[in-house]
């Protein structure tokens, strides 16, 4: 069945260092993907999201991009801050409206 | 725009108590989900309604969980009789469905249920 696979947390970055949280995928057909985040005591909010192939979803400073030959959608950003520590989820949505969601990765952010 | 509005934000129960959460999803989007969140996991997916059908509720657990969308517009989600392992966090999300390719969900905060 389809799947999501995100790099394990937590991430611990001092401010203003370059971040990586990997995610790949397994799907059948063309699912669109998607980076949520989650701070603490709130619901998920929509981060980016990429909806075909060579897409590059961007938001924030955030940015991923779609990549169907890897079957991965590695989020980025070039430098992070206080703020962004929460926890990250990585989705993608099969055809049918079914959304399947990694388990997250918590990043920590050091001032 | 007002979001996703769920309550309560928090109940502790006994076990074998019944406990409801309600949803009032984004004015105007016809697709609504339940989710359940356990600690240090991603959402997963207990049912979707499509206006007031539930369209998808294969992984709802139907001996004890129960859900209504009366009207299509707010949700309610019941337990009867809770479990210990019922205790998570209940999010509910909403989507308009005008653009297959561009819907998006919008989630609300979640109702965190501890059940002793």
């Known amino acids: 069945g389809d799947s999501v696979t995100q790099m394990e947390g937590p991430v611990t970055l001092s401010e203003e260092a370059f971040l990586t949280i990997n995610c790949t995928y397994t799907?059948?057909?063309?699912?669109?993907l998607f980076w949520y985040v989650q701070y603490p005591g709130e619901g998920l909010q929509l981060l980016l999201k990429a909806t075909k192939a060579d897409d590059k979803g961007s938001n924030k400073g955030f940015e991923a991009t779609y990549r169907k030959e890897t079957t991965s959608f590695h989020l980025e950003k070039g430098s992070v801050q206080v703020s962004d520590s929460a926890v990250y989820f990585c989705?993608?949505?099969?055809?049918?409206?079914?959304?399947?969601f990694g388990t997250g990765t918590r990043l920590k952010v050091l001032a | 725009e007002a979001g996703v509005v769920q309550s309560p934000r928090y109940k502790i129960i006994e076990k074998k108590q019944p406990v409801a959460f309600w949803c009032n999803p984004i004015?105007?989007?016809?697709?609504l989900y339940w989710y359940r969140q356990n600690l240090g996991q991603g959402p997963e997916l207990l049912i979707r309604?499509?206006?007031?059908?539930?369209?998808?509720d294969s992984q709802l657990p139907k001996d004890r969980f129960s859900a209504e969308r009366l009207k299509g517009v707010d949700s309610t989600l019941k337990i009867q009789p809770a479990e210990l392992g019922d205790s998570a966090v209940y999010l509910c999300?909403?989507?308009?469905?005008?653009?297959?390719?561009?819907?998006?969900?919008?989630f609300g905060p979640g109702t965190r249920l501890l059940v002793l």
């Open positions: 309604y499509e206006n007031e059908e539930a369209v998808d």
């Open positions: 799907a059948t057909g063309y699912p669109s």
């Open positions: 004015s105007g989007h016809n697709t």
């Open positions: 999300a909403s989507s308009s469905r005008r653009d297959r390719w561009e819907e998006t969900q919008y």
């Open positions: 989705a993608l949505r099969a055809g049918t409206y079914k959304y399947i």
